[in-house]
């Protein structure tokens, strides 16, 4: 776990999985949990313009470009509920190429939490 902070006054328990772990802090802190299958997912179902585009590369089988995705967290960030509460972006980005794109699209965030966990304890977790 790490140090109890102003910004975690808690602390974080980083044996429980990523997807845990952002429930906890959605729950603490009130803010809006995106993850970028769940966004895929939904502006697919809402038949939005980005959605439309990612279900293409879906129903082929493809990977969603970043632009795609891009488009539909940019879209998502607009929403009341995130720009009233904030939100918590999961999963997203997964590398610089990513990281780039977001900042090309005017998309930062204030707070950055990166959970580094040792090769050895990822394969504990998976074999028990």
């Known amino acids: ?3 109890a902070s ?5 602390g974080l328990d980083f044996s429980y999985p990523l997807s845990a772990q952002c429930e906890r802090i959605r729950d603490d802190f009130g803010v809006v ?5 769940d966004m895929l997912r939904a502006a697919v179902a809402a038949g939005t313009e980005v959605g439309l585009k990612a279900k293409e590369f879906m129903e082929s089988g493809q990977l969603v470009p970043d632009e795609v995705i ?3 967290i940019n879209e998502r960030l607009r929403q009341d509920d995130c720009v009233k509460q904030g939100w918590l972006l999961d999963g997203f980005p997964r590398t610089r ?9 005017g998309i930062s965030a204030d707070i950055f939490i990166l ?3 040792p ?6 977790r998976v074999v028990g």
Do not use: M, N, R, W
């Open 70 to 72: 891009i488009g539909i």
């Open 97 to 105: 190429a990513q990281a780039d794109a977001l900042k090309d699209a």
């Open 115 to 117: 959970l580094d966990v």
């Open 119 to 124: 090769d050895s304890a990822l394969v504990e």
């Open 6 to 10: 102003e910004a975690f006054p808690g």
């Open 33 to 37: 949990h995106l993850s970028t299958g």
């Open 1 to 3: 776990a790490c140090p």
